[in-house]
T-cell receptor, first 111, second 116 residues
């Protein structure tokens, strides 16, 4: 069975402070991990994917297979980063897709 | 271009009533997903279509839930004899496909269902 754990439901940081949103997964195969974000009154949208190895809005995430983690990081939080963040695990096989989302972490950036 | 749309945006139903929720995916997207999101929770997978084929319906909570995508585009999620525990936001998402680089899901705004 696959599982995604986001241990913090709420994370409050001051503006300019570093941010780390934790995500751990459980899957025996080769995973694909994503971070989705939902800003207030907006729909859920992709933030970044591990296969892209990109930095979006200053956020990065590295897949650590040894620790089965995909933590989201940003060196300096901005007020506009306040949102709900969801980690998602994709697995595929035989044309199937299985997607498991974490419970989400609400990031609150304090001015 | 147009994103994923869902209708209605809000639905209030009396317990026992049947409801139908519609999803219009992005044109050309092969994969379509339905999720249920309860208050304070992440999206929970319900079912997945590849074109018109329903490849996975393991997340449907009971046989009162039924989904279809007859022509491989628009999809309908039907809930029969609604119960209070069905109250949630129902999200639809579509993606280009299942291959690497095609899996990014584009979400609709959701349908908020309240069963009284």
């Amino acid at each position: 069975a696959q599982r995604v754990t986001q241990p913090e439901k709420l994370l409050s940081v001051f503006k300019g402070a570093p941010v780390e949103l934790k995500c751990n997964y459980s899957y025996s195969g080769s995973p694909e991990l994503f971070w989705y974000v939902q800003y207030s009154r907006q729909r859920l949208q992709l933030l970044l994917r591990h296969i892209s190895r990109e930095s979006i809005k200053g956020f990065t995430a590295d897949l650590n297979k040894g620790e089965t983690s995909f933590h989201l990081k940003k060196p300096f939080a901005q007020e506009e980063d306040s949102a709900m963040y969801y980690c998602a695990l994709y697995t595929t096989g035989g044309g199937y897709q299985k997607v498991t989302f974490g419970i989400g972490t609400k990031l609150q950036v304090i001015p | 271009g147009a994103g994923v749309s869902q209708s209605p945006r809000y639905k209030v139903a009396k317990r026992g009533q049947d409801v139908a929720l519609r999803c219009d995916p992005i044109s050309g997207h092969v994969s379509l997903f339905w999720y249920q999101q309860a208050l304070g929770q992440g999206p929970e997978f319900l079912t997945y279509f590849q074109n018109e084929a329903q490849l996975d319906k393991s997340g449907l909570p009971s046989d009162r839930f039924f989904a279809e995508r007859p022509e491989g585009s628009v999809s309908t999620l039907k809930i029969q004899r609604t119960q209070q525990e069905d109250s949630a936001v129902y999200l639809c998402a579509s993606s280009l496909g299942s291959g690497r680089g095609r899996q990014t899901q584009y979400f609709g705004p959701g349908t908020r269902l309240l069963v009284l």
